[in-house]
């Protein structure tokens, strides 16, 4: 438009020495027409000039170069579904040419989002609802955090009703009672799963607490007692083949090797889990007490529901690691019952209910307060359940808004360990500093990344739903995504990266 007024001021001066120089003998009707006929023509021309820009402003963008996207509708990586915010279509075009072409089988539930320096640079449904799977742990880790305090430690803990005498003798039962220690296993247990639980607190190190105490002779046996968490072992939302799998065991504040008889791998079968855990903790510590030469004459048990516990005098306990290690390892290996038992933890520690809700409850309450409101309470810690939803917007806002010095940045882990999105990026290369969770359960499959050190902060996430599980390419999008995040900040050209993105 300022082309138009420019030349309307040119043909105005004309205009006004043709005006000083006629005569007074021309008549009035004369003079008028004069004056109407160059403002009307300055009019036309301009309201010609804004519908010819208006067509031009809503001509199609062009296309990133590279292979052109396809899908059977909108394609999902289509200039048209990225978002208005965007305020750098070269990092976006960058990306999209770095991904390559989705082939058409890309699930349609699926979103993405990508931040350099808290500016969306790359985004595809990101506000659309879908279920979070794994990187819902990342919800429960700032939690965790802020309720527990990185320090924090699990006790598993022995007393008796009476301390023993001199002669190390104790006339009354032990009693084993759960602190909640997620990682409470037996080696051979933990040295199982690939890769192996490093971070765990050894059940053996309870009986060897017991007998460095000095004692020598009891004239009760075990009790074993569970009662700091309610009683809800499983969530009824759960799919049935994630809990026959042994994806997550029974959540109780006493349970050795995740309240399970067995892991799958081991049977070859499903996973069963243990009836009654803390009679199961009693038993196995009572046989390893044996082993070291204590006899213990009555039989173990369990507190019996409605009987009260007795006031009790310490005589042994054991730690776990502490809270930064354990969320380490959680969000390194997709742990979901240690994600399930730390929301009934802090279910204690925010409200003194040791329930799944009560925890739920607290990670909305300190997620609004640092300023990122969820749209429903979590119904569990790890992802599993179906039907609670987030968006990548949310999440990526999250993660972004973190201090690198905030002890969830710092717990997480390299994008390249073996664990990681079951290993797949073991031995490549993406954005320098990248840390990253997430995996495949269920329904989803999810990740959420973030820069570590580096003078650019990226952060990212994507989120692919289908029922009965995502395929190759819905997985294939989201390796291709977290390869290209250097195209994001442009270290490398779309180019270097299409070959191999491409095969």
């Known amino acids: 438009m300022g082309w138009c007024l420019g030349w309307g001021m040119g043909l105005l001066l004309p205009f006004g020495l043709v005006n000083t120089r006629t005569t007074k003998r021309r008549t009035q009707r004369t003079r008028m027409i004069n004056r109407l006929w160059l403002p009307l023509l300055l009019g036309v021309t301009c309201f010609g000039a804004f519908v010819w820009s208006g067509r031009l402003g809503n001509a199609s963008p062009p296309q990133a170069s590279g292979q052109p996207v396809q899908h059977v509708s909108t394609p999902a990586l289509s200039l048209r579904r990225v978002g208005e915010v965007i305020a750098v279509p070269a990092a976006e075009a960058r990306l999209a040419e770095a991904i390559g072409a989705t082939p058409n089988a890309l699930s349609p539930l699926a979103c993405a989002a990508v931040l350099v320096d808290g500016q969306m640079v790359f985004s595809v449904d990101a506000e659309r609802a879908l279920v979070p799977g794994y990187v819902q742990m990342l919800l429960t880790a700032v939690t965790a955090f802020d309720v527990l305090g990185p320090d924090h430690r699990f006790v598993t803990g022995v007393f008796a009703e009476l301390p023993a005498d001199e002669n190390g003798y104790i006339d ?45 002779q009891i004239s009760g046996g075990i009790v074993g007692v569970e009662r700091r968490y309610d009683l809800q072992r499983t969530l009824p939302g759960w799919p049935p083949p994630l809990v026959e799998a042994g994806v997550v065991g029974n959540l109780t504040a006493l349970q050795v090797n995740d309240g399970l008889v067995d892991r799958p791998a081991a049977t070859g079968g499903s996973a069963v889990p243990i009836e009654f855990p803390a009679l199961d903790a009693a038993e196995r510590l009572d046989d390893l007490l044996e082993d070291r030469g204590l006899v213990l004459p009555l039989s173990p048990r369990e507190l019996r529901e409605g009987e009260e516990l007795p006031d009790l005098v310490p005589v042994g306990r054991v730690e776990s690691a502490s809270l930064s290690e354990i969320i380490f390892q959680m969000l390194a290996v997709n742990d979901a019952g240690a994600a399930e038992m730390l929301m009934k933890e802090i279910g204690i520690a925010d409200s003194g209910d040791g329930s799944t809700r009560a925890g739920g409850q607290a990670v909305a309450e300190r997620l609004s307060e640092r300023g990122h409101p969820l749209k429903s309470r979590p119904r569990d810690g790890s992802g599993l359940d179906p039907v609670s939803t987030t968006s990548c917007e949310q999440m990526v806002r999250i993660v972004d808004g973190l201090d690198e010095t905030d002890p969830v940045v710092e717990a997480l882990p390299e994008f390249g360990l073996p664990g990681v999105f079951e290993g797949r990026f073991r031995g490549e290369s993406s954005v320098e500093g990248l840390r990253l969770i997430g995996g495949v359960v269920g329904k989803a499959s999810s990740l959420i990344g973030r820069t570590v050190g580096t003078d650019q902060r990226v952060s990212m996430v994507t989120i692919v739903n289908r029922e009965g599980g995502p395929t190759p390419t819905d997985l294939l999008f989201q390796q291709r995504l977290v390869r290209a995040l250097p195209a994001a900040i442009g270290a490398v050209s779309a180019a270097d990266l299409a070959a191999p993105l491409n095969q």
Do not use: K, Q
């Open 172 to 216: 009354s039962s032990l009693y084993l009672i759960g602190g909640g220690d997620p990682v409470l296993m037996d080696r051979n247990y933990a040295m199982g799963f690939r890769p192996p639980l490093v971070t765990h607190t050894a059940f053996a190190d309870v009986a060897d607490a017991v007998i460095a105490s000095g004692i020598s």
